[in-house]
């Protein structure tokens, strides 16, 4: 559990922002120009993968065994959410955020 919580500190946060960089999310492991990020969630600070709109984002382009040890850790609480489809986990998503406003760019 302290290894899941300790990886949640790995999630890509606002002011890492780097509009040069790259981008990979833990759940689709898409790898994307930070520029593709459109939303930010828990008052703007925290990005959400424009892929699969799920908030479990991090900075460039990690090692993919690092990824799959992360995701292991991440998504073991909530079995079967790594087979979400992009509409399940946005509904997902959507449960778990607090209503905050669109902050654009
Ligand atoms: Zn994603």
């Excluded at 890492?16 to 600070?45: H, N, S, V």
């Excluded at 908030?55 to 991440?74: C, K, L, T």
């Excluded at 073991?76 to 209503?99: D, I, Q, V, W, Y």
């Amino acid at each position: 559990m302290s290894d899941a919580l300790d990886n949640l500190h790995v999630l890509y946060r606002r002011h890492q922002y780097d509009p040069d960089g790259e981008a990979t999310c833990l759940k689709c492991r898409a790898t994307y120009p930070t520029r593709a990020i459109r939303k930010w969630i828990d008052g703007g600070t925290t990005a959400v993968c424009p892929r699969c709109r799920l908030d479990f984002v991090v900075p460039g382009r990690p090692d993919p065994a690092w990824v799959e040890r992360v995701r292991e850790d991440i998504f073991a609480p909530f079995p079967g959410m790594a087979k979400l489809t992009p509409e399940e986990a946005a509904a997902f998503t959507e449960a778990l955020s607090r209503p905050v406003p669109e902050d654009g760019e």
